[in-house]
């Protein structure tokens, strides 16, 4: 069979330079690589490199609106770095972990995180639900992710993850307020209340939806909080 040649990246958007700031030059490596690595090592498929930009590079890096300064992210399922890697671009202040179970992706994020220098990031093997992670993770102030699972089982996977008054914050589509309505009740059960569909990006053409969530501070984690404030 002859080789298919690659679908050609779009060009920069000039809002681009807006979102990444003096940042761009490594938001545009990270399309370049994936756009042709990406697709060989079967990251992407061929169909996505014509809208890297729209559809996930920007639309990820929008993030940075809804996250404090200097808040450490746990990203569940990151596969080739969304929303994790954008983000990391867009804001070196954030301490950013990268979650996914398959060899073959962290791998690639490993070498995204090293070829960037984004020494924002760390890249951790595994099931966000496996003991091993949870032992090696620490609980986040916010747990993002894209495309990984319904709300349900997400939050399942998200909630030991956040610190208690931490934020669970998932890219979704348009599936977002009727997922809320499905699963609050079960959302709630695993430690997530105040649920909400909210929207950034709105200078893109289309805008970033997400379901924001608050992990419940467990009466432990508020006498820690208040230890920890009364010892400094
Ligand atoms: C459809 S891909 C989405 C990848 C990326 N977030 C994006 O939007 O392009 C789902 C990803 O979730 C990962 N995944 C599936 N189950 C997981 C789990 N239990 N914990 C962490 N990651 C998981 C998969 O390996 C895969 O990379």
């Known amino acids: 069979m002859a ?14 330079a807006q979102i990444f700031g003096d940042r761009l030059p490594l938001a545009e490596q990270y399309a370049s690589v994936l756009s042709e690595e990406g697709v060989l090592r079967g990251l992407i498929g061929p169909r996505e490199v014509p809208q890297l930009w729209t559809r996930h590079l920007l639309n990820c890096a929008v993030l940075s609106e809804v996250i404090d300064a200097d808040a450490s992210v746990v ?5 080739a770095g969304f929303p994790g890697i954008p983000l990391a671009i867009t804001r070196p202040d954030l301490s950013i972990t990268l979650i996914d179970p398959l060899l073959r992706r962290t791998t690639f ?5 090293e070829a960037l220098a984004l020494d924002n990031v760390t890249v951790v093997r ?5 003991k091993a992670v949870l ?3 620490e609980p986040a102030d916010v747990v993002t992710s894209r495309a990984v699972a319904p709300l349900e089982r997400l939050a399942r996977w998200s909630a030991p993850l956040i610190r208690g008054g931490g934020r669970l914050v998932a890219l979704k589509g348009r599936s977002a307020a009727d997922e809320i309505a499905r699963d609050w009740e079960k959302v709630l059960r695993m430690g997530i209340r105040d649920l909400s569909v909210e929207q950034c990006g709105t200078i893109l053409e289309t805008p970033t939806t997400l379901i924001v969530g608050k992990r419940i501070e467990s009466g432990r984690d508020a006498r820690a909080a208040r230890k920890a404030k009364r010892r400094s």
């Open 109 to 113: 994020l490993e070498e995204i995180v």
């Open 3 to 16: 080789d298919e040649p690659l679908a050609e990246l779009e060009q920069t958007p000039v809002i681009a």
């Open 135 to 137: 032992k090696m993770v």
């Open 75 to 79: 990203d569940i399922g990151s596969g």
């Open 126 to 130: 595994g099931r966000a639900e496996e």
